[in-house]
């Protein structure tokens, strides 16, 4: 079966710190990879997705970048956080159309 | 205009009580539909796909109306474990999921 691995759960960074949240997929080949964030009594807000390694979609423009260096594994990254990306950070996965699964989480706090 | 509207409620309903949920989409070409459900500080499980006929879960039922443009959820006889914020999916094309801000239910004893 397929399993998602997101981590860390919970991260406090001081604004102007450097960012690297990690997500693997097993049980599966070339998936869709995609990272969300979700804003204390918001709604999820897709920031990147991937179709395939070293292919990354933003979908908004930010402080934020994504990579996928390899098949299975996505990366979230920010050189220097700010106040408003606090927030909690969902990786997911899916294949072609289907539903999307989704990683525990990340919640990230920036002071 | 929201690529997905739905109404954040909160809905507080007792137990065994039937509560529905609506949202609206705005692209008509809209291919995937889906129904999440998502307990506080974690992370959205997804609760049933939507089918252009109509579906059912034991208590739970989703329908699609495409000429209106809205999916639905209802929820039969409600228990306490229903309590958390449901969220709606629309996916218009290949990797693009568009999500509700959702709508919060509390089942009260």
């Known amino acids: 079966s397929q399993t998602i691995h997101q981590w860390p759960a919970t991260l406090v960074q001081p604004v102007g710190s450097p960012l690297s949240l990690e997500c693997t997929v097993e049980?599966?080949?070339?998936?869709?990879l995609y990272w969300y964030r979700q804003a204390a009594g918001r709604g999820l807000q897709l920031l990147f997705y991937?179709?395939?390694?070293?292919?990354i979609s933003s979908e908004v423009p930010q402080n934020l970048s994504a990579s996928r260096p390899q098949d299975r594994q996505f990366i979230l990254s920010s050189k220097k956080l700010l106040l408003s990306d606090s927030g909690f950070y969902l990786c997911a996965w899916n294949r072609g159309y289907e539903k999307l699964f989704f990683g525990s989480g990340t919640q990230l706090s920036v002071l | 205009r929201k690529e997905v509207e739905q109404d954040p409620g909160p809905f507080n309903v007792p137990e065994g009580a039937t509560v529905a949920f609506n949202c609206t989409y705005s692209?008509?070409?809209?291919?995937?539909f889906f129904w999440y459900r998502q307990d506080c500080r974690k992370e959205p499980k997804l609760l049933m796909s939507?089918?252009?006929s109509g579906n059912e879960d034991g208590r739970f039922t989703a329908q699609l109306n495409r000429a209106s443009q809205y999916i639905s959820l209802l929820i039969r006889d409600s228990k306490l474990s229903d309590s958390a914020t449901y969220l709606c999916v629309v996916n218009p094309t290949g990797n693009q999921f568009y999500f509700g801000t959702g709508t919060s239910l509390t089942v009260i004893p």
């Open positions: 991937s179709v395939g390694i070293g292919q």
């Open positions: 692209n008509s070409a809209s291919q995937s």
């Open positions: 939507v089918y252009s």
């Open positions: 049980g599966t080949s070339n998936p869709n």
